[in-house]
C-alpha cells in the first residue's frame, strides 16, 4: 500500500532510514506532508528557476514563526517546525551539505523555542533560516527568497504572493494570489498536498517520482540533527557527519 505520512517523517533518522528503505525495497510509493512547496506561487517560482531567470544561485534567506505555547522536548521546534522550511530550501537550491545553528529559550520556556540557521549547499549557495515558535503569527509568517546572477525572487507565506526581481531590469514580474478562484489561506496547502500525492498515484508514477517523497523527509531530518548536533557542540557540522 503507498503511504503519505506527516512530517516530521521521524524524530530519529534511523527509523526514518528503515522507513525510506522499506518502501523502496517494496516498490511503493511514499510521500511526506511536506505541503508548502505545493501552491501556485512556489510552482511559478521554480520554474523562474528552470527557465534559467534566476541564474547561478549565491544566496537563500528562509523565514518561518508560528506562536507555539506547547513544551515538548528541547528540540520541540527545530524537529517540528523546519521539515517545512528545510524542504523549500532544498526544493529550490539542492541539498545541504554544512549548518551552523544558534538556538534560544525565550524567557519562561523550556525549549529552544528561537533559532538561526547557517547553511551551505553542495552546489556552493549560501543559506539562512530564522524560526520561531514565539512570535505571534502575522502577515506574512513565511517569508523565501532566492537570489541569484540574473535575479531574484521573494514569497509571502508560500501561495500569497511571488514576486521575480530581474538583475538589470526595473521591471519586476508579480503574481498574486487571486481573491476569486484562488487559495482561500494556508489550510489549502494541505488540499493541494493530498491531491497531488493521488493525482500522481493515478498517473502511474514511480517512486523516485514522487514530489516531496519520503527520501526529501528524510534528508530534511539529517540537516535538522546536524543543527542541533551544532547547538549543542557551538560548532559548524556536515549534514552526513552527524
Known amino acids: 500500500m503507498h503511504v503519505l505520512c506527516e512530517k516530521p517523517i521521524s524524530n530519529e533518522i534511523a527509523p526514518a532510514e528503515q522507513m525510506v528503505a522499506l518502501a523502496k525495497e517494496k516498490g511503493l510509493c511514499f510521500g511526506v506532508d511536506l505541503n508548502h512547496r505545493f501552491t501556485p506561487a512556489a510552482r ?9 531567470r534566476v541564474g ?3 544566496f537563500m534567506n528562509m523565514s518561518m514563526w508560528i506562536q ?4 515538548s522536548s528541547p528540540w520541540f521546534q527545530i524537529k517540528a517546525l523546519h521539515p517545512h522550511t528545510v524542504d ?9 551539505e554544512a549548518v551552523q545553528c544558534f538556538a534560544v529559550k525565550a524567557p519562561g520556556r523550556s525549549i529552544y523555542s528561537t533559532a538561526q540557521f547557517n547553511m551551505r549547499f553542495t552546489n556552493g549557495c549560501l543559506g539562512h533560516l530564522t524560526g520561531s515558535y514565539d512570535i505571534e503569527r502575522g502577515h506574512p509568517m513565511e517569508r523565501c527568497e532566492v537570489a541569484g546572477l540574473k535575479g531574484r525572487f521573494v514569497i509571502d507565506d508560500m501561495y500569497r504572493e511571488a514576486t521575480l526581481y530581474p538583475a538589470g531590469d526595473m521591471e519586476k514580474r508579480v503574481f498574486s494570489n487571486p481573491v476569486f478562484g484562488g487559495m482561500r489561506d494556508f489550510e489549502d496547502t494541505f488540499v493541494n498536498r493530498l491531491g497531488r500525492f493521488v493525482e500522481q498515484l493515478e498517473e502511474g508514477a514511480k517512486p523516485d517520482e514522487i514530489d516531496g517523497a519520503g527520501h526529501d523527509g528524510l534528508q530534511a531530518q539529517k540537516v535538522l540533527a546536524a543543527a542541533i548536533e551544532s547547538v549543542k557542540r557551538e560548532e ?3 549534514v552526513e557527519e552527524q
Open 56 to 58: 547561478h544561485l549565491l
Open 236 to 238: 559548524i557540522v556536515y
Open 68 to 71: 507555539n505555547p506547547r513544551e
Open 88 to 96: 523549500i530550501m532544498r526544493y529550490y537550491c539542492g541539498d545541504i
Open 44 to 52: 511559478l517560482a521554480k520554474q523562474w528557476m528552470d527557465d534559467g
